[in-house]
């Protein structure tokens, strides 16, 4: 058919103008790696800054990247719905600088899948514990045995020694330990959901008289614990396995190593990313020395002391601070 250029100029008048963006071309995969992001470090060699999960950095880098103009409402709500729960937000598009939004742990959901949590060994072995209904992280099982296998060898794990866990979650790692020998645990979480879940699995196990459950910030707990009933206390095992996107691990050490709940000889436990890099194998002008530095997967378990008196049959493996190697 044959049309005029009357009929032609028409219809371009006449014809409806999209409002739409056109859809965002999607980031191309062959342009090699993303740089990695250098934190900065404190005086003494530990992160000052925080980390977001791999993932999280890709997406987010890639978006930066182009040039294409913001996404319509419709494919940004598809992009929502198929990705949003897995990676716990969706940036901001059109190139924003600000970091990628991420889901708070301790925050409740109004759906979630229950993690299954077991206890991996001692008394308690095989007993299914209660999944706090929150978006959370706990410690995976095979890195809960390495945990303890670490520290067995010390003699930490006894009746008249006390752990106190710090971001309790569902209380899993303070409970391994109960269940592993220990005489006292004390949890310590800001979520009341944790701490509800962290009292119920405890009655269940029969352990209520062993444990105090502190619902607080940790923060908080380090630097006054008179005001949480932990005064005069001091603990012969700290576990910290916080959030690794919600804190600043160079400020959480600091933390530790001026409480009063830190003692001498008291095991310091440290769950952190293996995006942080190495910590250092002494830190605080020797206040805390290494023993154990152990990567499983994206997670890496440090071990230090807090000022050796030679009591405790302790042998550092300086060599595991030397480098992470691959995963275990």
């Given at each position: ?23 965002r ?32 950095l ?21 992009r ?71 520290v ?6 006894r ?61 908080s707990?380090?630097?006054?614990p008179?005001r ?22 160079s ?10 709940l ?20 002494s ?9 154990r ?20 049959d302790l ?14």
């Amino acid at each position: 058919m044959c049309l005029c250029s009357t009929s032609v100029q028409t219809y371009l008048l006449l014809r409806p103008i999209s409002t739409a963006h056109p859809p965002r071309a999607r980031p191309r995969c062959d342009a090699g790696p993303l740089p990695k992001k250098v934190l900065p470090r404190d005086w003494q060699g530990l992160p000052a800054g925080k980390v977001y999960a791999p993932r999280r950095l890709q997406r987010s880098a890639a978006l930066h990247t182009l040039d294409a103009p913001p996404t319509s409402a419709g494919a940004d709500s598809r992009r929502r719905s198929r990705r949003g729960a897995e990676q716990g937000g969706v940036t901001s598009g059109g190139g924003s600088s600000q970091p990628p939004r991420v889901r708070r742990q301790g925050k409740e959901l109004p759906v979630r899948e229950l993690q299954r949590l077991v206890v991996s060994g001692g008394d308690h072995r095989g007993r299914r514990l209660v999944t706090p209904g929150v978006y959370m992280r706990p410690m995976m099982s095979r890195v809960r045995e390495a945990l303890f296998s670490m520290v067995y060898p010390t003699g930490v794990l006894r009746e008249s020694a006390a752990t106190l866990d710090l971001f309790s979650g569902s209380g899993v790692v303070g409970i391994e330990a109960l269940s592993r020998g220990i005489g006292r645990a004390t949890f310590v979480d800001f979520s009341p959901v944790c701490t509800e879940a962290i009292r119920s699995n405890c009655a269940t196990l029969g352990e209520s008289e062993h444990v105090d459950v502190v619902e607080a910030d940790v923060y908080s707990v380090l630097s006054s614990p008179e005001r949480h009933g932990l005064g005069g206390i001091h603990f012969e095992m700290v576990t910290v396995t916080p959030p690794y996107e919600e804190v600043v691990y160079s400020d959480l050490m600091s933390a530790l190593a001026n409480s009063r709940l830190v003692g001498e000889d008291t095991l310091i436990v440290v769950e952190y990313p293996v995006e942080l890099g190495m910590f250092p194998p002494s830190l605080f002008d020797g206040q805390f020395v290494g023993l154990r530095n152990r990567r499983y997967g994206r997670t890496v378990l440090a071990v230090y002391v807090n000022r050796p008196s030679g009591r405790l049959d302790l042998a550092p493996f300086t060599e595991e601070f030397v480098s992470l190697g691959g995963k275990n």
